[in-house]
Structure formats: structure tokens, C-alpha cells
């Protein structure tokens, strides 16, 4: 099957300093890759190429075979900042990229997104009523309404307590089994890594390149504790420079 998302010996810098040294990937049509690696190497600003928001020195990013150049619809970003509006409510935050229907049509997308991540009866609440377990529900419902093929996540738990981590990465597989969504997420986290992930890319340090590919065959819903995903995460974290007791 011909890749959705294809990197070819994708370069970038800043100035003088090299952060993206020339990556090479594909990713299939409905896959969740996971990208890992060693803090300032360059996550960030790969995503930022494969999202549009910068352009590379030379190489490509390629959706359907297009060329990336600039942000696309069809690329959906989750960022660790968030970036719901205080003076919406819900319904109305999860209206905001919808563009298609009369406004009835597009309140009862809004709330079917609201249901799916457990927000049912929350639709006319302000985020300031909210938790920052729900901010982030609205963000990702936001996100999937509007029906992106690709969905970019950077750090998209990381500044939310262990708990609700957990529970969300347990409803983003859940939406993610009802609809075809193909997923690269970056976190710092190796277990979210191969709790959620078909494949885990681990990036060297500094100019990022792939050191290695793992791919994690074993059916969700999984448990970090099992032994073929914990010899994986210590294979990761070696790669990382980093053994546990
Ligand atoms: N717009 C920019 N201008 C100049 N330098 C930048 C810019 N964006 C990133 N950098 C530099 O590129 C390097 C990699 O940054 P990046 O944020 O991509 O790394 P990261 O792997 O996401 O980091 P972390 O793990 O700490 O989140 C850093 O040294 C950073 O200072």
C-alpha cells in the first residue's frame, strides 16, 4: 500500500546548528508511530515539517505522495500548550473548525466528538469549568471532528497528572479504533511509546537522525508489564542511554 506519510532524507537547521540530520521514513495509512528520543535532538522540529510549520533545508515530507509546503487540514496537530478558546464553550470550541452544514449540522457533530471523549453534558460549559483532563478531551475532540487523515501529537499528556495520562491514552485507542486516524505522536514517555504505538522510532541525539525502528506486534489492550514490551522498552531506553535497576 502506498505510504501516507513519507519523510526523504529530511534536513534541518537553525543558523549553524544541524537539529534534523537527514531522516528517512513511511508511514502506512491507519498506523500509530511513535517517535522517542534523547531531549533536544529534534523532535519538535520534525513535527513542526511534517505539520508544515517549517519548511526543510532539503529533502521532503510527502502526504499522498504531495509534498508538504504549508499546514494542511488533513494534518491535525495536539500540542502540549493546548490551544482551546477560554470564551468558547465546548460545543462551541468543537465547532470552530467546522466548516460544512447549517450551524444545527455542525452543533450535532460538535456534540457526537463531545460524547465519544466522554464529555457528554459538558457542551455548554466554559474551559475555565474544566479540568486539564477534559481541556485535553476538548482539544483531541476538536482535533477529530473535524476529520483529519493524519493526526500529529507532540507531548499531548505531558502536563497531565499519571492518572489522567492513563485514562486518556486509553480513550485515544478507543477513538482511534472507531475511526481510521494515522497517528505519529512524540513524548519523552517510552512506555506511552509502546503502550499506544504500532512501531517506535527511536532518533539519536542532536542532529536527529533514526537509530532504530521497533515494531510492537503485540494486541492492545496491552500491559507495559508484559515481558515482550518490557524487553522492548529496555532495548529503548539502552538505545537512549539509559538501564534501569
Ligand atoms: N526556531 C528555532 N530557531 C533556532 N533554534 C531552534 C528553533 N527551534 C528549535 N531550535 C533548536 O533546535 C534544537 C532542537 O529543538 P527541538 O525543540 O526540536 O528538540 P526536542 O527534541 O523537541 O526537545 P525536547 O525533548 O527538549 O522537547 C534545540 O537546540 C533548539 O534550541
Not at 531522516?23 to 529534534?42: H, K, N, Q, T, Y
Not at 483529519?148 to 485515544?172: C, H, Q
Not at 542532529?207 to 522492548?232: D, G, M, N, Y
Request: aromatic share 4%; net charge negative.
Amino acid at each position: 500500500m502506498d505510504a501516507k506519510i513519507a519523510i526523504k532524507d529530511l534536513r534541518k537547521g537553525f543558523r549553524s546548528l544541524p537539529v534534523v540530520g537527514g531522516i528517512d521514513l513511511e508511514v502506512a495509512p491507519g498506523e500509530f508511530v511513535a517517535i522517542v528520543g534523547p531531549s533536544g535532538c529534534g523532535k519538535s522540529t520534525l513535527m513542526k515539517l511534517l505539520a508544515g510549520f517549517e519548511l526543510p533545508d532539503s529533502g521532503h515530507v510527502a502526504i499522498d505522495g504531495v509534498k508538504v509546503t504549508r499546514p494542511s487540514p488533513n494534518a491535525i496537530v495536539i500540542s502540549q500548550q493546548g490551544s482551546v478558546f477560554p470564551w468558547l464553550t465546548v460545543r462551541e470550541n468543537l465547532m470552530f473548525g467546522l466548516l460544512d452544514g447549517d450551524p444545527a449540522g455542525r452543533a450535532a457533530t460538535a456534540d457526537h466528538y463531545a460524547e465519544m471523549v466522554g464529555l457528554k453534558g459538558f457542551e455548554k460549559a466554559y474551559p475555565q469549568e474544566l479540568s486539564g483532563g477534559m481541556l485535553k478531551r476538548v482539544e483531541i475532540a476538536r482535533a477529530l471532528a473535524v476529520k483529519p487523515d493524519i493526526v500529529l501529537m507532540d507531548e499531548p499528556f505531558s502536563a497531565l497528572d499519571a492518572l489522567t495520562a492513563l485514562k486518556m491514552r486509553n480513550e485515544l485507542l478507543r477513538v482511534l479504533r472507531e475511526e481510521n486516524h494515522t497517528v505519529l505522536l512524540i513524548t519523552h514517555d517510552v512506555e506511552e511509546a509502546i503502550y499506544l504505538a504500532d512501531r517506535v522510532v527511536v532518533l539519536s541525539t542532536r542532529p536527529a537522525t533514526i537509530r532504530t525502528v521497533f515494531p510492537i506486534s503485540t494486541p492492545h489492550p496491552r500491559k507495559v508489564s508484559q515481558p515482550a514490551l518490557q524487553e522492548i522498552k529496555d532495548a529503548i531506553l539502552a538505545q537512549l542511554g539509559i538501564s534501569e535497576a
